[in-house]
């Protein structure tokens, strides 16, 4: 009861907003059908964590997702002992949480996490679909019901931070960007509330600011950045503050590109 009660919490009652841009939704059934692992490459904020919660919500699975990071261990993802009342008490990860209950794990920048701890998932996302639980000696079959979902952002790959071949090789690939204008300014609008010829000012922004890259500037602003400057603008707070604070001081502490980046949202607005 408790375990269910833990998984009801992972669920999506309501159907997320997700604007299909080629044949993910179709390819992430068709994995999820035959029991295949995912792995969703694209930039920050373009959607690849709501593309997860919109497809837990299609499959009418629960959602338990994992923020990768440096001090991420194995034991944080499959469980460990914990004392409790003087005894040694076993407390599933969420993996193993996932695996139990046949619902879906997203591990969200996989490359974050310590080489040693991603390993643990390799006989989860091949044929053997299997989780090894080395401290209680068990060894957990995932039912077919189970899905194993990672990301990352290609921007960021190093000779250090990056998928082994033999992680990446055992998933389905789907590769993200930012959508087309017409398609991000409409998602802006639906997603914030502005005008329609707002949220495409914000675009065209975002656009500029993208081509900031061979400046320094690591990456532009992301359609999540953009919906942030749109909620901003609904709920009163002037465009010029709004770029500001959600956009401008999000992207970077560099004081050039600071400048260059407010001269283009007083070109655009």
């Known amino acids: 009861m408790k375990r269910n009660m833990r998984l009801e919490e992972h669920r999506i009652e309501q159907e997320p907003f997700y604007m299909p841009l080629g044949p993910e939704v179709k390819l992430a059934e068709a994995a999820y059908i035959t029991g295949l692992p995912i792995l969703l490459k694209g930039p920050t904020g373009c959607g690849k964590t709501r593309f997860m919660q919109y497809m837990a919500w299609k499959l009418d699975r629960p959602l338990i997702t994992v923020s990768c990071h440096d001090d991420l261990s194995t034991s944080d993802l499959v469980g460990r002992y914990l004392i409790r009342a003087g005894e040694a008490v076993w407390t599933d990860g969420p993996l193993t949480l996932a695996v139990r209950s046949g619902a879906i794990c997203y591990l969200d920048e996989i490359v974050e996490a310590r080489k040693d701890t991603t390993v643990v998932i390799h006989p989860l996302a091949d044929d053997r679909r299997e989780l090894p639980i080395e401290k209680r000696g068990e060894l957990l ?9 990672v990301s990352y952002n290609p921007g960021y790959q190093s000779v250090i931070k990056d998928l082994k071949p033999s992680t ?16 991000e300014a409409e998602i802006v609008a639906r997603e914030s509330g502005i005008s329609d010829s707002l949220a495409r000012s914000l675009v065209k922004l975002a656009a500029m600011t993208r081509g900031l890259k061979d400046s320094g500037l690591p990456e532009g602003a992301s359609t999540r950045l953009l919906i942030q400057a749109g909620k901003l603008m609904e709920n009163g707070i002037d465009v010029r503050t709004a770029c500001n604070n959600a956009v401008t001081e999000a992207l970077t502490d560099d004081r050039e590109l600071l400048q260059a980046i407010d001269e283009m949202v007083s070109s655009v607005f």
Request: cysteine-free.
């Open 168 to 183: 990446r090789q055992r998933f389905v690939a789907l590769a993200f960007d930012y959508p087309g204008a017409d398609a």
């Open 141 to 149: 079959v995932a039912p077919p019901e189970f899905m194993l979902a």
